[in-house]
C-alpha cells in the first residue's frame, strides 16, 4: 500500500500539473471506484491538491472537491497513454486543456469520491487519524505507545496512532532505532520512544527524497517507478543480511504483516 512518502509524491507532481485545470468530464470505467455523481465535477475548477495520512484531496474552487484513498494498487497518473485503454484505468478526469488524470487500480479496493464540502471531508478524516510522524513530540508519542500492550509495530501501523507509516516505513524505522518489532508498545522507555520518532522521520524522508518506493505496483504521478526500494534496510529482505552487523535476518508475521529483523541489532 503506498504511504505517506508515496502519497505525498503524488501530491506534490499533481499540484504542478492540475492546480488551476478545468474538469470537462468524469468518466467512470468501473462502479464501486466512483461514490458520488460523477456529472456534478463538470466545469470546476482545481485550486489545491492537499495530503492527510494516506488520503489526497482534489479541491475545487467552489469548495467542493474530491477525496481520493489509492489502498493497495492505486495509482494516479497524469497523461499517460497507456492508461486510455489499460484494463484496469476505473476512472478518468478529463480536462477543459485536453488533458486526463488517469485513477488506476488492479485490485479495485480504492476509490475517488465526490464531496460537496471539501473541508469538512478532510476535517472528518483528520479526526479519524493521529498525528504525523512531524506533528508530535517525544512525549505525546511515549504517551500514546503506554496506552497499548499491542506489539510496537502493530501500533505504528495504527493510523489512530500515527497517520501515514506502513509495513514498509515501520520495518525500517524500527531496525533503524534498533527496536524488536515484537516488543510491547507500553516496554518502550523515553530514550527508545525518541529514537523510534526520529528513526521514523528519517526513512520518511529518504521515502520523500527518492519519491517513494516501488516494491509492488506504485509509481507516481508521471507514471514512473520511486526508488526507495533500493535502499531498504530490512523490508522484503527474506534471507537477506541485516546491513549493519552482517547476521541474517528474521523473518515473520506481527499481526498479519510481514515482518524483517535482526535478533542482534534490534534483540
Not at 197 to 213: D, M, S, Y
Not at 234 to 260: A, S
Request: aromatic share 8%.
Amino acid at each position: 500500500m503506498p504511504e505517506l512518502p508515496e502519497v505525498e509524491t503524488v501530491r506534490r507532481q499533481l499540484a504542478q500539473e492540475i492546480v488551476g485545470e478545468v474538469v470537462s468530464l468524469i468518466e467512470v470505467r468501473r462502479e464501486g471506484c466512483f461514490v458520488g455523481n460523477p456529472d456534478r465535477a463538470r466545469t470546476e475548477r482545481i485550486t489545491k491538491v492537499f495530503r492527510r495520512g494516506k488520503y489526497l484531496f482534489i479541491v475545487f474552487q467552489s469548495g467542493r472537491g474530491l477525496t481520493v484513498h489509492l489502498k493497495m494498487t492505486g495509482r494516479l497518473v497524469i497523461e499517460k497513454d497507456w492508461y486510455e485503454t489499460a484494463l484496469h484505468t476505473r476512472v478518468v478526469m478529463r480536462m477543459v486543456s485536453g488533458r486526463s488524470l488517469y485513477f488506476w487500480d488492479t485490485r479495485a479496493f480504492g476509490y475517488v469520491k465526490e464531496e460537496e464540502e471539501i473541508e469538512k471531508a478532510q476535517e472528518k478524516v483528520r479526526a479519524r487519524l493521529g498525528p504525523e510522524p512531524g506533528e508530535l513530540t517525544e512525549i505525546e508519542f511515549l504517551r500514546k505507545l503506554q496506552k497499548t500492550g499491542r506489539k510496537v509495530k502493530d501500533a505504528l501501523l495504527d493510523q489512530t496512532v500515527l497517520a501515514g507509516v506502513g509495513n514498509i516505513y515501520a520495518n525500517d524505522a524500527l531496525h533503524l532505532a534498533q527496536i524488536l518489532p515484537t516488543r510491547k508498545a507500553n516496554t518502550i522507555t523515553l530514550g527508545e520512544c525518541r529514537k523510534l520518532l526520529l528513526a521514523i522521520r528519517e526513512v520518511l524522508k529518504r521515502g520523500l527524497e527518492t519519491n517513494g518506493a516501488s516494491d509492488n505496483s506504485y509509481l507516481d504521478a508521471y507514471g514512473e517507478k520511486g526508488g526507495y526500494q533500493n535502499e531498504f534496510r530490512v523490508y522484503g529482505k527474506t534471507k537477506g543480511e541485516c546491513p549493519v552487523c552482517g547476521l541474517k535476518l528474521i523473518y515473520g508475521k506481527v499481526g498479519g504483516r510481514g515482518t524483517w529483523w535482526c535478533t542482534t541489532c534490534q534483540g
